[in-house]
């Protein structure tokens, strides 16, 4: 027993030792004075499969002069970190260095997480991580869950296939048009045009569907749910046809609709696919037709695209869905900053 009793009193007495020394160390890591700055790099968050970037650390600045060193580490692609600069400037090689990484991201469609670390002797360490997002356009994409098949019936424009969806006397696109001579891809990344499709202002969207195909008119609209046999007013919200005009879409496997009790169980019978890929503040056109101050709001709530009537010279209507609303809703937006979506419809 007393054996048992000395061996207790040594395994305490073993963890208050460790536990000391492990609070010592923190003391002493907490004590050390950091780098100055703030450690920054740029990646964009959507990436193509198996893409390349080379990634540049900016902003950690050694208080005393001297040379900071820099190591990345992606995750979850790599077990360790890579240093690509050590304190004297040098990479592994013993070539000089900025520190700049470069790395291969995996044809897998998820999240990575990229950290960058800048560290000197004698300071504590500064960090940055960064979230990148692998995607992929077309059926097989990051895009799953529309219900729409190869087999089903199609039209080709600019080299992306178009998926229809009859409605009385009628064909409607049921994916989003993504042409890439107008509008702007989410986040002004052109790898998201063929996976959300395009945001457009009004007047854009006027004249962005191929030959045979046009901009609905509200008129198309109110049909539309009246196949569905919802009745409705033109420029007014149609009640209670939400659950059958979204579809359970999921991207990157990531669910888009969130479920409300409101609208309950996403039906999708009407076939025409909708998610929500939220909209667009354009800003102002540069000559090259981009928006290169355009931003995106609504992602996962909204669902957003033009009609073809105008209010007057400076406003337009447009349809949307919005979780946890069962109406298929109107609303005005500026003709030309104000960026939707577009499903085209036959003439």
């Given amino acids: 027993m007393k054996s048992i009793q000395k ?18 160390k923190e003391e002493e890591v907490a004590a050390l004075p950091s780098l100055n700055g703030s450690l920054t790099f740029y990646v964009p968050e959507y990436v193509s499969q198996e893409q390349t970037l080379t990634m540049i ?50 044809d897998t469609l998820k999240q990575y997480s990229v950290t960058c670390y ?20 077309g059926l097989d994409g990051s895009i799953t869950g529309t219900g729409i098949k190869t087999e089903d019936a199609r039209v080709s424009f600019q080299n992306s296939w178009y998926y229809l969806a009859p409605s009385g006397t009628s064909d409607w696109f049921r994916n ?27 007047d854009e969207a006027l004249n962005a569907c191929p030959e ?17 046999g919802v009745s409705a007013a033109v420029h007014e ?3 209670g046809v939400a659950s059958v005009l979204m579809a359970d879409v999921r991207f990157n496997g990531e669910e888009m609709w969130q479920y409300t009790r409101e609208v309950g169980d996403i039906e999708g019978t ?16 540069a000559e090259d037709g981009s928006y290169p101050e355009a931003t995106f709001d609504g992602l996962y709530d909204y669902a957003v695209f033009w009609t073809a009537d105008a209010v007057d010279g400076n406003k337009a209507y447009y349809r949307y869905l919005v979780t946890g609303d069962t109406d298929l809703l109107i609303g005005q937006g500026d003709r030309k900053n104000f960026g939707a979506m577009v499903r085209c419809v036959s003439e």
């Fill in 176 to 202: 989003n048009l993504e042409r890439k001579d107008m509008g702007a891809p989410y986040m002004n990344l052109d790898v998201m045009t063929d996976v959300f499709g395009r945001y457009y202002s009004y």
């Fill in 57 to 106: 650390p900016k902003g950690a600045i050694h208080p005393a002069g001297g040379v900071v060193g820099y190591s990345w580490k992606v995750l979850p692609s790599m077990s360790k970190a890579d240093t690509t600069r050590y304190q004297n400037g040098l990479d592994k090689q013993g070539n000089k260095s900025d520190g700049a990484f470069t790395h291969t991201f995996s």
């Fill in 7 to 24: 061996l207790n009193s040594l395994i305490l007495f073993a963890a208050m030792v460790c536990a000391a020394l492990a609070c010592k």
């Fill in 270 to 285: 009407s076939r025409m696919a909708m998610f929500p890929a939220g909209y667009a503040n354009l800003g102002d056109r």
């Fill in 237 to 239: 919200d149609i009640p």
């Fill in 118 to 137: 800048a560290f000197a002797s004698g300071y504590a360490s500064l960090s940055s991580t960064s979230y990148v997002n692998v995607v992929k356009g």
């Fill in 212 to 228: 045979g195909y046009r901009l609905p008119t509200d008129e198309d609209w109110v049909a539309l749910c009246s196949s569905l």
